[in-house]
T-cell receptor, first 110, second 111 residues
């Protein structure tokens, strides 16, 4: 079945450093979605990418969808302590199934 | 507030028992997903329903079952519970392929 792999599993950064998490799917995706889960909370939708090669920005966050629609990345510039949490990618299929990666747990040291 | 309601929030039960988790999706959302999240783990996809019908199945154990009712609420039934079933169970809903909105989750503890 479809698998979505996400790396790294953990990332510790100093406040102000950049952070990137990568997502790879075993199959071509209809779309890729990114979610953030704060400690003790539930996943919250950040963004959806649909087009091959698409790049979207949200303030300090930059999201990319690969040309083959099988990989994606999330880059955070100049991390802040409010960025802590687990970042999940989720690969979407044409019939709506959402398969989540294992997530990257981000710790930001002040 | 995501608009997705899950009950109960917490559940403590003994091994071998059976429990039912309930999810009310956002108004208008036809898709309901169930995910299991163990401590510090990712979101394991269990099952998806769309407008009352099973749409996709993940690594859901045979001891687990789910359904979506005509009013679109969904229930996840977990039976013959084992210690390893202790986890956070999330329900999410969406419109088709769009963004998924997650409920607050049900924390199940099997003792």
């Amino acid at each position: 079945g479809q698998q979505v792999m996400q790396i790294p599993q953990y990332q510790h950064v100093q406040e102000g450093e950049d952070f990137t998490t990568y997502c790879n799917s075993s199959t071509t995706l209809s779309n890729i979605q990114w979610y953030k889960q704060r400690p003790g909370g539930h996943p919250v939708f950040l963004i959806q990418l649909v087009k091959s090669g698409e790049v979207k920005k949200q303030k300090r966050l930059t999201f990319q969808f690969g040309e083959a629609k099988k990989n994606s990345s999330l880059h955070i510039t100049a991390t802040q302590t409010t960025d802590v949490g687990t970042y999940f990618c989720a690969g979407g299929t044409s019939y709506g199934k959402l398969t989540f990666g294992q997530g990257t747990i981000l710790t930001v040291h002040p | 507030d995501s608009g997705v309601t899950q009950t109960p929030k917490h559940l403590i039960t003994a091994t071998g028992q059976r429990v039912t988790l309930r999810c009310s999706p956002r108004s208008g959302d036809l898709s309901v997903y169930w995910y299991q999240q163990s401590l510090d783990q990712g979101l394991q996809f269990l099952i998806q329903y769309y407008n009352g019908e099973e749409r996709a199945k993940g690594n859901i154990l045979e001891r687990f079952s789910a359904q979506q009712f005509p009013d679109l609420h969904s229930e996840l039934n977990l039976s013959s519970l084992e210690l390893g079933d202790s986890a956070l169970y999330f329900c999410a809903s969406s419109v088709g392929q769009g963004m998924a909105f997650f409920g607050q989750g049900t924390r199940l503890t099997v003792v």
